[in-house]
Structure formats: structure tokens, C-alpha cells
């Protein structure tokens, strides 16, 4: 055993011989990267093989915390040079780990020894050391797990000591910063997962003491002083909501403390010799000296987080302070934000078993839901009007608050991860495919021809110019269109007037206020006639009904000319073809037109509903004949020749029926014939007969009619003569 530590001291002072030449070099001059690598490789390769990483470790802390503990005499005498001391060694400690001399946490560890033992501006110096190498100290931090827990402790531990008043919270940002640059965006180490509060605000004690008597000045200072301190409590806990008295008396400190805050607001812009809210001094129009003007551009960088002092005398200067006042202002929006949370609505949402660390026995009722809006768009409009920057001060803060929003959301569904799967390569073609025969498919038809539905109207009518539609005759007959010309004749009126209105004179400032304030009660006003009205609350009776004025302007007047003629043009086509329709309409005139195209659309889809239902019941009816008819087939079928021989006889006896008929005309034909040629003269009978003979020879059918009252008197009584249906059969 002593043998073995004998060894082991060996070559810890084996390494601690090679070692020292490298930090007398360090302590004397800075070395550049390449210049430390050099001579931190020859050092392990003269180690080898007897140094390990406890070995390097071990002398890297000790020398390390040596010149750690002179850092009291060095800052004194030369800071600069203490603080360069100390990055050469951490240099030499973050070299070693590259080169394989010391495991990657050693960095980190020594880090964590020297940090605690440094003041908080040693340690700001070696923090910029750590934002400069970041880097390098951030290699393979996903993987190596014990890497990542030792820099979260490190800085944690850092961030405990800071104050977080002052200048320190710049460095404190700077921290915070660091470390979400590090971590990923979805780190559970930075989640306040189980919902935990800092320390819960110390009640502040009575302004005076109760056995003395108080004037009613001294009580109202004393009972807002209370309230106003009250505050702070459900700002440090806002788990005492479960509580219920606890959002009662939020809601008067609040009212009271709001009020009075609006009112040192109001005081502030007075003085500052303006009254608008948000106002700037140059906007206001007032002279201030050179040096308010630099202080308030240097408030824009310099913002000092103050703790809260308490003393009753200190109260009212406090109010006046606007940077004061915007933090409390802020804490209110940052709980009224958090209590919407607790609705109805919004806890279905988010509450779920997993998130019971951030839940509360706690509901806000509508009408507790309506006094946080309320009182949110009041301190909103407060915080605007607050000199200066009040604008774009509020612009930040919601923005802040919207980010927190969604932060809770976040947290309150359990942190689930930002990063998405990575697409695969063959979905990725395919949506790339997609979307190249989406740009090279051809566009769709347009819905205008011309761009818009006017232009491609006037196209269509052959309008070179607007001043065409006025001469322009109506081509197309039917209520759409008139009605279409005279919504068209209603614009330019419309755009006429309103151009005409924008040409007038404005009136003066004194007249405007004169005709806008109202006459005192009591007294009386004066009519135009001259006529004193009373105006002490009595009725009036009211003014008879003024005629409509005749349009003087050309333009107007043209239009309105042109919409009485399209108006008289529809409702005359209206009586030609739906005269029918008119007596349903209550308008009359030009406004008889919109109503009529509406009742005649109705009427034509009426009358495709009844066609189509006719097509309907027709296509039904030639089905039922399709299938009686193919049942008699199948009877006929059946028959025997008797049956089939009654039939043949049934059709004869019609033919019969039918040529008697025909030669009944005939004969009528004849005798008119003979009757026309009797009354001839003797010089027209060869011109006669030669019409006769033509006609005859152009009528072959009709000679074969006249013969055939001759063939049928052969026949004997009772037997018929033969049908052309029956000699076709024969």
C-alpha cells in the first residue's frame, strides 16, 4: 500500500515538474491560442504515460485557488493584471481538456470552486472570460450529460449570489442569456414545474399608531398607505385567491390605488404644461432646458430595479416617481393576466391530473371575468399616457405578457418538445412534385374577361370611354339588364355627391361651435321666420316635411334623367311579359324594378320546379306503358289462330270505316269542282281543261281515290272489301 502511494506521489510531482514551466511563462506574458496549444502537447507528451486527469486536476485547482485567495492585495494594486493571471490559468485548464490531458468537466469544475470564492466583480470578469470561450466550452454538451449538470450548477449557483438590484442585473440578463443560449429551447431544468412563489411579501405595519387620535386627512392617508401595501401580497402569492376574501380585497385596493395613480398621472402632465396623453415636451410645444432633455434620453438605457421602501413618509414621493408607478401598474397586469386564467372556460383547457402543482381551489365568475377586463384596458390606457416613451414603454410589456401567455400554456400541458421529425426524403419529393405541377398547371379561367365586372361589361357593350354609357342605346332586353343600368346610374349619382361634397368650403371654427352648442334651457330660440320657440322641454310640433331638392348639378341631373327613362323602359317590358307579377309588388316607381327581378327569378324557378316535375311524372307514365305493353305481347303470343283471326277481322272493319270517310271528302271535292267549272265561260273551258289535266297528272293519288267508289259498289251487302293490311298479310 505505501508502495502504491509512493507511486502515485511520484508522478504527481512527475507532472507538477512539467507543469511549473508552463505557468511561470503564463504568469510572466499572455499566450495566444496556437502558442498554449503548443506547449500544452509537448506537456502531455512528456507526462505520458504515468499522468492521468486526476493528476492535471489536482495541481490545475491547487495553483488555481492560490491565486484565487490574493485576490483582495492583487485588485488593489493592478486589476487588470490579476484578471489576466486568471485567464491564462483557465486557458491552460480548457487547453488540457482539448488535448486530452484532463476530462472536459474539469473546466467547469474549477470553474465552480473559483466562482465561489470570488467577489461578484471578479466574477463578472471571469463570466466574460466564459462568454468569449463559449464555444469551446459548450463542445459535445447534448451528450455529456455530467458536462451539462456541472456548468447548470455553476451558474445556478452564480445567479443565487447576484443581487438583483443595481448594476448587477445586467449581469444577472447576461447569466440567463447565457445559459438559453446553451440549453435547448425545451429544457425541463428551466421550468418551474411545480409552481413554486419566491418569498411571500412581509405585511407592512400601521402608519401611525390606533391610540392616537387622527383627522380625517390622517385616517385617509393611513387607510390608503394599508391598501396600498395590501397589494403586494397576492403579488408575491397569488395562491392566496384560494382564499375567499382574498379577491374582494384585491378588488378595492386595486380601485383605490388605480384611481390615485391616474391622478398622479394627471398632476405630472399638468405641470409638464400639457394635457394629452402621451405627449412628448417637444410635442407639447413647451421649453425645457438641455439637461432634462439628456436625462430623459439617458432613462432610455438606465433603469435602476429599486427595492420597495415602505416607510409611510416615503409614500407620497414614491406616486410621483413614474418609474414607480409603472411597476405596480405592471405587477397589476401581470395578475389580472393570471387570474383569466382561472374562468370556466379557460380551465378546461389547461387543467389537466399532470398539472395539479399549478392549480388552486379558485374560479373567477363572469363577473369577476368582466371587472379584470376592465381594470386590464384601464391600466393599459395609464400606462400609454405616462411620460416618457408611454407608447412604446406598453407596446413591451404586452408584448411580455403575450410570450408569458404562452409560456404557461406550455408549461401547463407538460413542456412537450419544439422539434419536429425530420421529413422523410421520399415524402419530400412527393410534395416537391406536388408543388411543381401546381406552378406549371395552367391557371384557371379568369371570372372577368377584363379584370373586373364594369370593364368587362363596357367591353362587351363596345364603350371606349365612361362618357359612352351615357348615349350608349340598351341592348338587351330583359329586367336584369334595365335593373343593372339603373343601379349603374345610382353610383355615379352617389360618386358625384360625394365629390361635391368634398369641393365645399368648411366652416368656420366659431360658426361650427356656435351651430353645434345647444340653446340654454328657459330660454327661446329664434325660427328662421323670426319667431321666438320656446325650448324649456315643451314638444314641438314637428316641421312639416320638406320636398325633395331638385338636382342642379349637370351631371346629377343627366343621371337621374337616364334613370327614370331605364326605370319607364323596365316597367313597360314588365307589363308586355309579367304583367302577371306586378300586383304582388308594394313599391312603385324606379323602385319596382329590384323587386320585380326578385319575383321573377322566383317565378322562373317556380316554373322549373313544376317542368321538371312533369318531365318526372311522364317519364314514369311511358315506363307503366313500356310494361304494359310487354305483357300484351306476351298475351298475343299466347293466342290461338281464332284469336288472331277476330283481330285481323277487328282492323278490317276500321280500315272500312276509314276509306268511307275518305271517299265522303272526295265527292265533296268533286261536286265543288264541278260547280266552280260550270260557272267557266265557254272561251276558258281549254284553259280550264289544261289546268284540270295537269293537276290530275301531279295527283296520282287522288284519281285512285275518285275510282274507288266504283270498285266498292261491287261488293255484296255484308262483305267488306279488302284492307291494304289484309292484302299485305295475304
Avoid at 407608447?391 to 413591451?396: A, G, I, K, P, V
Avoid at 422523410?424 to 379568369?446: N, Y
Avoid at 318526372?616 to 288472331?644: I, N, P, Q, R, Y
Wanted: proline residues 6%; contains cysteine; charged residues 25%.
Amino acid at each position: 500500500m505505501s508502495f502504491l502511494l509512493q507511486l502515485h506521489v511520484d508522478h504527481v510531482a512527475h507532472v507538477h515538474n512539467n507543469l511549473a514551466p508552463v505557468l511561470q511563462t503564463l504568469s510572466a506574458a499572455a499566450l495566444d491560442k496556437p502558442a498554449l496549444d503548443a506547449q500544452v502537447t509537448a506537456l502531455v507528451a512528456a507526462c505520458q504515460p504515468h499522468a492521468t486527469s486526476s493528476h492535471f486536476e489536482v495541481l490545475l485547482r491547487q495553483d488555481l485557488l492560490n491565486v484565487a485567495a490574493q485576490e483582495i492585495m492583487a485588485v488593489k494594486q493592478d486589476p487588470a493584471a490579476y484578471y489576466a493571471l486568471l485567464r491564462g490559468r483557465l486557458d491552460l485548464a480548457l487547453s488540457l481538456a482539448e488535448h486530452g490531458g484532463c476530462d472536459d468537466t474539469v473546466p467547469w469544475a474549477i470553474l465552480e470552486d473559483v466562482l465561489k470564492c470570488q467577489t461578484v466583480e471578479t466574477c463578472s470578469h471571469i463570466f466574460a472570460w466564459i462568454e468569449q470561450r463559449a464555444d469551446r466550452l459548450t463542445v459535445n454538451m447534448g451528450t455529456a450529460k455530467a458536462k451539462s449538470l456541472t456548468l447548470l450548477r455553476t451558474l445556478n449557483d452564480l445567479l443565487r449570489r447576484v443581487s438583483k438590484t443595481g448594476s448587477t442585473t445586467t449581469f444577472c440578463g447576461r447569466i440567463l442569456l447565457f445559459l438559453s443560449s446553451v440549453f435547448e429551447l425545451g429544457e425541463r431544468s428551466g421550468v418551474n414545474l411545480r409552481g413554486e412563489y419566491g418569498p411571500e411579501w412581509e405585511p407592512v405595519q400601521k402608519a401611525v399608531s390606533s391610540e392616537a387620535e387622527l383627522s380625517p386627512t390622517e385616517e385617509k392617508r393611513d387607510a390608503f398607505y394599508h391598501d396600498f401595501w395590501q397589494l403586494q401580497t397576492p403579488f408575491s402569492k397569488p395562491t392566496k385567491f384560494a382564499l375567499p376574501s382574498t379577491f374582494s380585497s384585491f378588488r378595492t385596493s386595486s380601485g383605490t390605488v388605480l384611481s390615485t395613480l391616474i391622478e398622479a398621472t394627471k398632476r405630472e402632465r399638468v405641470l409638464m404644461g400639457t394635457k394629452n396623453q402621451g405627449a412628448t415636451p417637444a410635442a407639447a410645444g413647451t421649453k425645457r432646458k438641455r439637461e432634462d432633455l439628456e436625462r430623459e434620453d439617458a432613462d432610455k438605457t438606465q433603469y435602476f430595479f429599486a427595492k420597495f421602501l415602505t416607510k409611510p413618509e416615503l409614500l407620497e414621493l414614491e406616486i410621483a416617481d413614474p418609474q414607480f408607478r409603472r411597476q405596480i401598474l405592471f405587477q397589476m397586469l401581470i395578475l389580472l393576466q393570471y387570474l383569466l386564467n382561472f374562468t370556466e372556460a379557460e380551465k378546461k383547457e389547461w387543467q389537466t391530473p399532470r398539472n395539479s402543482a399549478l392549480q388552486i381551489n379558485f374560479t373567477l365568475d363572469e363577473d369577476g371575468e368582466k371587472w379584470c377586463k376592465e381594470t386590464w384596458a384601464k391600466v393599459v390606457e395609464e400606462l400609454r399616457s405616462m411620460s416618457p416613451h408611454g407608447r412604446q414603454y406598453t407596446d413591451t410589456l404586452l408584448l411580455i405578457l403575450r410570450l408569458e401567455r404562452n409560456w404557461v400554456k406550455w408549461k401547463a400541458a407538460g413542456c412537450p418538445p419544439f422539434d419536429k421529425p425530420a421529413l422523410p426524403q421520399s415524402a419530400f419529393r412527393a410534395q416537391a412534385r406536388e408543388r411543381r405541377k401546381k406552378i406549371l398547371a395552367p391557371p384557371p379561367p379568369p371570372e372577368w374577361s377584363h379584370g373586373s365586372k364594369g370593364l368587362s361589361e363596357m367591353w362587351d357593350r363596345g364603350w371606349d370611354e365612361i362618357d359612352d354609357a351615357m348615349t350608349a342605346p340598351v341592348v338587351e332586353h330583359d329586367l336584369k339588364s334595365f335593373a343593372r343600368m339603373i343601379a349603374q346610374q345610382d353610383q355615379r349619382i352617389k360618386m358625384r355627391t360625394m365629390q361635391l361634397e368634398r369641393m365645399k368650403p368648411k366652416p368656420a371654427p366659431a360658426a361650427a361651435a356656435a351651430a353645434a352648442s345647444p340653446a340654454p334651457s328657459g330660454e327661446a330660440t329664434a325660427s328662421k321666420d323670426g319667431e321666438a320657440k320656446p325650448s324649456n322641454g315643451a314638444v314641438a310640433a314637428p316641421p312639416p316635411a320638406k320636398p325633395k331638392p331638385v338636382p342642379t348639378d349637370p351631371t346629377i341631373k343627366l343621371a337621374e334623367d337616364e334613370k327614370h327613362k331605364q326605370s319607364w323602359l323596365a316597367l313597360r317590358h314588365a307589363r308586355l311579359h309579367h304583367l302577371h307579377l306586378m300586383s304582388s309588388i308594394k313599391t312603385s316607381g324606379g323602385e319596382m324594378v329590384p323587386e320585380l327581378v326578385k319575383a321573377v327569378e322566383e317565378d322562373e324557378a317556380k316554373r322549373a320546379a313544376g317542368l321538371q316535375k312533369a318531365r318526372d311524372a311522364e317519364a314514369g307514365e311511358s315506363m307503366a306503358v313500356d310494361d304494359a305493353a310487354g305483357e300484351d305481347g306476351e298475351a298475343v303470343e299466347k293466342t290461338d289462330e281464332g284469336e288472331l283471326g277476330l283481330a285481323v277481322d277487328k282492323a278490317d272493319a276500321e280500315d272500312e270505316i276509314k276509306t268511307e270517310e275518305a271517299d265522303a271528302v272526295v265527292e265533296a271535292d268533286v261536286k265543288m269542282e264541278d260547280e266552280a267549272a260550270a260557272a267557266v265561260t265557254v272561251e276558258d273551258a281549254p284553259a280550264m281543261q289544261e289546268e284540270t289535266d295537269a293537276h290530275e297528272s301531279q295527283t296520282p293519288e287522288r284519281s285512285v281515290a275518285l275510282q274507288l267508289p266504283s270498285e266498292t259498289e261491287d261488293v255484296p251487302m255484308g262483305e267488306s272489301a279488302p284492307s291494304n293490311s289484309m292484302q299485305s298479310m295475304q
